[in-house]
């Protein structure tokens, strides 16, 4: 079984861009999950979605956005990037429903804003 | 609102030794606990999870931990510690079992021969 693939695996952006990243999920999985990791912050949770909605968010700016399409692949959008958004994402996905469900994490994407 | 706090940033331990690498959370729930191991440049894998019943969870690679629920802890602890062991270790919780985890800032497992 295919664990969760994120593309692209390393990325560099300016300042001001915007970025998009992917997240494909596990097959059957239905929830997927972001987090971005920071030397300076750890690992703090972004949003998650199941079944095509957001259902939790965490304290982020609004220029962080995601989506999840029918198939329950992911995408997070940073708009406006600024330097301290130099981070790995990291995307979990896991199948849903309202018990504990384990998740399990793609490889990240390591995301550099000069 | 949930918190983990991993005391120490880094624990070094020569191989062979016992690792332990400590946990403590707060959480108004009582809460699903996790540890999770990140190799350089990889994601996060889990080594075990307490979400009901026995307070002792067996992991994977032979780490398990202990869920005291009076000290509010989840240590991790492996009796002898491996080469390949070398790795980032985050203690994590939720509540209730949802999907959204609070985690640790991560303590840093060095292995010397």
């Known amino acids: 079984k295919a664990g969760v693939t994120q593309t692209p695996r390393y990325l560099i952006k300016t300042r001001g861009q915007q970025v998009t990243l992917s997240c494909s999920p596990i097959s059957g999985h239905r929830s997927v999950s972001w987090y971005q990791q920071t030397p300076g912050q750890g690992l703090q949770f972004l949003f998650e979605y199941f079944s095509e909605t957001q259902r939790n968010k965490g304290n982020f700016p609004g220029r962080f956005s995601g989506r999840q399409f029918s198939n329950s692949r992911s995408e997070m959008n940073v708009s406006t990037l600024e330097l301290g958004d130099s981070a790995l994402y990291l995307c979990?996905?896991?199948?849903?429903?309202?018990?504990?469900?384990?998740?399990?994490f793609g490889p990240g994407t390591r995301l550099t804003v000069l | 609102a949930q918190s983990v706090t991993q005391l120490g940033s880094h624990v070094s331990v020569s191989e062979g030794a016992l690792v332990l690498l400590r946990c403590n959370y707060s959480?108004?729930?009582?809460?699903?606990l996790f540890w999770y191991v990140q190799y350089p440049n990889q994601g996060l894998q889990l080594l075990l999870k307490?979400?009901?019943?026995?307070?002792l969870v067996k992991g994977i690679n032979g780490f398990e931990a202990e869920f005291k629920k009076s000290e509010t802890s989840f240590h991790l602890t492996k009796p002898s510690a491996h080469m390949s062991d070398a790795a980032e270790y985050f203690c994590a919780v939720s509540d209730l079992g949802y999907s959204t985890l609070t985690f640790g800032k991560g303590t840093m497992l060095l292995v010397s021969p």
């Open positions: 959480s108004s729930v009582p809460p699903y």
């Open positions: 979990a996905s896991s199948r849903g429903g309202e018990k504990y469900n384990e998740q399990f």
């Open positions: 307490y979400t009901t019943g026995a307070t």
